[in-house]
């Protein structure tokens, strides 16, 4: 599986077993680590994978099948 995200400040892309961010620099970790860093909080992992761990999980399990719950659509610029 082959996906990028756009963020206003950087780009992030989640390529086969490896998520990969640039931001001025290019850093890469390898998918199980950015997952266990989710789930556990712990990790040797750079700021920059840090900062987008729990969007790579979403993308993850949205795309997967293996979410079960039906998500709300996401509403840019509207206040409730």
């Known amino acids: 599986m082959r996906v990028k995200l756009g963020y206003p400040d950087r780009i ?3 390529d086969g077993d490896t998520v990969r961010v640039f931001k001025g620099r290019l850093v890469s970790a390898p998918l199980s680590e950015v997952v266990s860093y989710y789930l556990k909080g712990e990790g040797l992992l750079s700021p920059l994978i ?3 761990a729990g969007d790579v999980v979403r993308v993850l399990l949205s795309g997967s099948g293996l979410s079960t719950g039906t ?3 996401v509403r840019y610029g509207l206040t409730a």
């Open 12 to 14: 992030v892309e989640i």
């Open 50 to 52: 840090k900062d987008v």
């Open 71 to 73: 998500h709300a659509p």
